[in-house]
C-alpha cells in the first residue's frame, strides 16, 4: 500500500525553526521527484520546494535561503527544514510524488506569537 506521511508540523514563534519529514511506504521514493506544497487557509495549494532523484534542488522565491529539502534513502524519507520562520508560512504542508500523484495527509504550520 503506497503511504506517504508526514510529521513535525506544530506552532512556532515568529523567527523560529520546525522540521518536517515524510515517511514514504509502498514504493521507493529515491527513484522519484520528490516536493513539498503548502495551502494556506482561504488560498491555492501552492509549491514550496522540490527534489529530483539526482538530488538537485529547486525552491519557491518565498523560502529561498530559509527552507532546505533533503532525503534520507535508508529510511525513505523525505525532510523540510523550514528556518527564519514567518507569519506567512503559516499553512498545512504537503509531501508529494509528482509522477505517482501521491499525496500525504498534510501537517499544520502556524508560526505565531
Known amino acids: 500500500q503506497v503511504q506517504l506521511v508526514e510529521s513535525g508540523g506544530g506552532l512556532v514563534q515568529p523567527g523560529g525553526s520546525l522540521r518536517l519529514s515524510c515517511a514514504a511506504s509502498?514504493?521507493?521514493?529515491?527513484?522519484?521527484?520528490m516536493s513539498w506544497f503548502r495551502q494556506a487557509p482561504g488560498k491555492e495549494r501552492e509549491w514550496v520546494a522540490q527534489m529530483n532523484p539526482g538530488s538537485s534542488k529547486y525552491y519557491a522565491d518565498s523560502v529561498k535561503g530559509r527552507f532546505t529539502i533533503s532525503r534520507d534513502n535508508s529510511k525513505n524519507m523525505v525532510y523540510l527544514q523550514m528556518n527564519y520562520l514567518q507569519p506567512e508560512d503559516t499553512a498545512v504542508y504537503f509531501c508529494?510524488?509528482?509522477?505517482?500523484?501521491?499525496w500525504g495527509q498534510g501537517t499544520q504550520v502556524t508560526v505565531s506569537s
Open positions: 508529494h510524488a509528482p509522477a505517482r500523484g501521491y
Open positions: 509502498g514504493f521507493t521514493l529515491s527513484l522519484y521527484t
